[in-house]
Structures are given as C-alpha cells and as structure tokens.
C-alpha cells in the first residue's frame, strides 16, 4: 500500500557506531522531515527537505547527517552514535509550495535504542 | 522567535466529560494549523486542519478547533470524550515563509472509564 514507511523499525547499537534510519515514502511529496521524539520535550525537528538535493538544518541537527539524492527517499544517519541519541525518530512528507506547507503524513517511527 | 504553546500537559478525566485543549502561537502572520493525535505506541495522525475560511474546523472522531486571529489561538474540543480518547494530542503551526511546521510539546489525555 502506498504511504511512507520506515526502517529498521526497532534498532539497538553501541556507543560510536554508525547508524542509518531509512525513509521512503511513495507519494512523490517535496517535503520530508526527521524528527526525534523524547519524554518531556515533544517532537524536535533534526532536518527537512523541501525537494531533492535540498536539504536544512532543524532545532537540532548535530550528530545527524541526512541527504535526499531521490525525492522519495530521505534517510538520516547517526555518525557516530551516543546515548543521547536514544529516542523515537519519525519521519513525515507534505506537499508544499515555497514557504508554506501543508499536512504532514508520519511514519510509524524507529525506536533507537544506544547502548 | 515563532513558538507553540500547550498547557495543562497532563489531562486527566472521566468518560463523558468535555475536552478543551489550550493552543497559542506567538506569530501574528499567516499561519496554516493542525491538531494530531498520537495513541499509544503509534505514529501521530491528523484530527483536524485549518487553512483558511470558517473558524471553527471540525475533524475525525468528533473533535473540533476554532481558530481565534485575534488571541493567536487554535483550541481543541470534544463534547463528550470517551476511554479511546486516550492519547498525546500535539497543536503544530505552519508559519508561511517558514518551510517547517512547529509543534507545541504536547498533551497527555488520559479518559478513565
């Protein structure tokens, strides 16, 4: 069925690995988004795009690298990852156009579990 | 700076009972509005959306937001909620010429049967 999907969707790793969240969602949307999701502090945006080879800083971008070579596409990896790190991780596509965007549509999440 | 505020994080109440969640912005431009749902171990879905027009949006599952310019504020309701109610409800904010939506931190509802 189409919609965006996530993967792994449960993930457990060590203290200095790297790690990649994958992101693909099949509505041909310009906009996707990373963020992380911890008790106390709601959604926190880590990256977005707004169209392929577009890609921004969120409220909190560092450990994080992300790229979007394909619209449908957005994975963001943990170069080396800390405990800090620890959390759930959504992704979401929206249409839009410059400066304004619309509904976003979630994925069912990753949980990230490191050791 | 463009911000999102839900009070009252923590909601507790009885079936039957009427639901109001607080949402104010701190932008006075134009703004796109949402409300999201998030039950238990899922992802967030939409309740309900407000781009333009009629103030008073009605949503899924019985919900309903009235977008009020003049206190930059979004407030969620329900009449009547029920124990499946139970959930994180999040207010985000699309702020035009900002390609982001901000989210507010969020309110945990719990409906006890």
């Known amino acids: 069925d189409a919609g965006i999907t996530q993967s792994p969707r449960y993930k457990i790793t060590e203290t200095g690995r790297q790690v990649t969240l994958m992101c693909h969602q099949t509505w041909s949307h310009s906009y996707m988004f990373w963020y992380r999701q911890d008790l106390g502090h709601g959604l926190r945006l880590i990256y977005y795009s707004a169209a392929a080879d577009i890609t921004d800083k969120g409220e909190v971008p560092d450990g994080y690298v992300v790229s979007r070579s394909k619209t449908e596409n957005f994975p963001l990896t943990l170069e080396s990852a800390t405990r800090s790190q620890t959390s759930v991780y959504f992704c979401a596509s929206s249409v839009g156009t410059s400066g304004e965007v619309g509904e976003l549509f979630f994925g069912e999440g990753s949980r990230l579990t490191v050791l | 700076a463009q911000s999102v505020s839900q009070h009252n994080h923590h909601v507790i109440l009885s079936e039957a009972a009427s639901l109001e969640l607080g949402c104010n912005y701190s932008?006075?431009?134009?703004?796109?509005l949402f409300w999201y749902v998030q039950y238990p171990g899922q992802h967030l879905q939409l309740l309900l959306k407000y781009f333009s027009g009629d103030p008073l949006v009605k949503g899924i599952k019985g919900f309903e937001a009235e977008f009020i310019k003049s206190k930059f504020s979004f407030n969620l309701r329900k009449p009547s909620v029920q124990w499946s109610d139970t959930a994180e409800y999040f207010c985000?904010?699309?702020?035009?010429?900002?390609?982001?939506?901000?989210f507010g931190k969020g309110n945990q509802v719990v409906v006890i049967p």
């Open positions: 932008y006075g431009g134009t703004v796109n």
């Open positions: 985000a904010v699309n702020f035009y010429g900002n390609n982001r939506l901000a």
